[in-house]
């Protein structure tokens, strides 16, 4: 079947994709419909109260089967002068990124007790780094790399977020959610610190084709989204009831830290009859 995208919707700029690009979006575009139903399939079979790991990878390949349509559509974008030239900028491309980013996190962040209020707060972050991105790519002057600047600070921030604050939160369920926690973790920080490398290359410096950004940034997304949704998804659907329940964004003990231990002063029996009856102190954080 011949492509016949570009012919019904040219490019533009001097900068611009090829059929060879818009050919590979659209093998991208088909990955994550796949992905798309084989995950209605799944949460389907899901009939647990809390539909919140169920559903994020619904939202999220729906998103970007739209984007991604609209990418290999040769739709979706601006064009902006950049050194050498204009080229095409795709925001559909960002706005995908804008709407899946905090989802993915949320998917994450549920199973770490971490209070409602962080939660948002690092959400927040994930929508920095992104519009950060987006008004970098739209600048024409040098002034895009303080964009640049900002979404790099904010998203070093989201890494400490993931691996230093949630830490102060117990897990409650259980040992095996907490491996799969920080194991997902970390593929997200990897993945998603070699998106800046791709911008800086494409939208940044110019130095990239957009054929080679689609590329870059479909690997990326195909990484990111349905092959870390497939893991998540296994992890999931390895949980018990409880253990969902205690993930639920609206648990009665969502927000509790790790007790401390109080020191009990003294020796003798006394003492360690005081040691083993006192009450543990659960604090509470809003």
């Known amino acids: 079947m011949v492509n016949k995208a570009l012919s019904n919707n040219p490019p533009a700029g001097d900068f611009h994709i090829?059929?060879?690009?818009?050919?590979?979006?659209?093998?991208?575009?088909?990955?994550?419909?796949?992905?798309?139903?084989?995950?209605?399939?799944?949460?389907?079979?899901?009939?647990?109260r809390n539909r919140i790991p169920y559903q994020i990878p619904v939202v999220?390949?729906?998103?970007?089967?739209?984007?991604?349509?609209?990418?290999?559509?040769?739709?979706?974008f601006?064009?902006?002068?950049?050194?050498?030239?204009?080229?095409?900028?795709?925001?559909?491309r960002y706005i995908q990124w804008f709407i899946n980013a905090p989802l993915i996190l949320l998917g994450l962040l549920i199973f770490t007790n971490m209070t409602v209020s962080d939660i948002l707060t690092t959400l927040f972050f994930s929508w920095v780094v992104v519009v950060s991105g987006l008004i970098g790519a739209l600048v024409?002057?040098?002034?895009?790399?303080?964009?640049?600047?900002?979404?790099?600070a904010a998203l070093f921030y989201l890494w400490y977020r993931l691996f230093g604050h949630s830490s102060r939160y117990p897990f409650r369920v259980g040992q095996?959610?907490?491996?799969?926690?920080?194991?997902?973790?970390?593929?997200?920080?990897?993945?998603?610190?070699?998106?800046?490398?791709?911008?800086g290359l494409s939208e940044g410096s110019n130095t990239i084709s957009p054929t080679s950004e689609m590329v870059f940034y479909g690997i990326l997304d195909v990484i990111a989204g349905?092959?870390?949704l497939f893991f998540y998804m296994l992890r999931v659907s390895t949980l018990q009831s409880t253990d969902l329940s205690a993930a639920s964004l609206s648990a009665a003990d969502r927000g509790d830290v790790e007790p401390k231990e109080q020191p009990v002063t003294g020796t003798?029996?006394?003492a360690a009859e005081a040691?083993?009856?006192s009450p543990t102190r659960v604090e509470r954080r809003t």
Do not use: E
């Open 18 to 48: 090829t059929t060879h690009a818009s050919d590979w979006l659209w093998a991208v575009f088909s990955i994550m419909l796949l992905s798309l139903l084989i995950s209605l399939l799944w949460t389907g079979l899901g009939r647990h």
């Open 60 to 76: 999220v390949l729906t998103v970007a089967s739209i984007a991604y349509f609209s990418m290999a559509s040769d739709l979706g």
């Open 78 to 92: 601006a064009v902006i002068s950049n050194r050498g030239g204009t080229r095409q900028v795709w925001y559909v």
């Open 140 to 152: 024409s002057s040098s002034y895009k790399w303080g964009y640049y600047a900002f979404g790099l």
């Open 176 to 199: 095996n959610v907490r491996s799969g926690y920080w194991g997902l973790a970390a593929y997200v920080a990897f993945i998603w610190t070699l998106y800046p490398i791709c911008w």
């Open 226 to 228: 349905p092959l870390f």
């Open 268 to 270: 003798g029996a006394a």
């Open 275 to 277: 040691r083993t009856s």
